[in-house]
Nanobody, 125 residues
């Protein structure tokens, strides 16, 4: 059974940083494109960042470019999202997702195979 378990969320002041982690089990992690998505209250879920299974290439949403780094450790079956210079509008539940042999170019909420339950990030002003 595939499980994705996020951690690292919490309350942070504007301008602060957080590092989210997503531990995966039940799958061959190295074969999966991994992504972070977020959903704010009343909003649709949206892609934040993604990292390729093939070559480690990355993709970021425009609203986080320059403020976030996604990385993966295949030995630990874990993907990370380091977020800096956080803003109140970054407040959301952050979800980890996976798709076998997926492409970072075509990732969206409709085509991910597995999802975690999310971790809440709250940025206070």
């Amino acid at each position: 059974q595939v499980q994705l378990v996020e951690s690292g969320g919490g309350l942070v002041q504007a301008g602060g940083s957080l590092r989210l982690s997503c531990a995966a089990s039940g799958l061959t992690f190295g074969n999966y494109v991994m992504g972070w998505f977020r959903q704010a209250p009343g909003a649709e879920r949206e892609l934040v960042a993604a990292i390729s299974w093939r070559d480690g290439s990355t993709r970021y949403a425009d609203f986080l470019k320059g403020r976030a780094t996604i990385s993966r450790d295949n030995a630990k079956n874990t993907v990370y999202l380091q977020m800096n210079s956080l803003k109140p509008e970054d407040t959301a539940v952050y979800y980890c997702a996976a798709k076998r042999f997926g492409s970072i170019a075509t990732m969206d909420t409709r085509n991910m195979a597995y999802w975690g339950k999310g971790t809440l990030v709250t940025v206070s002003s």
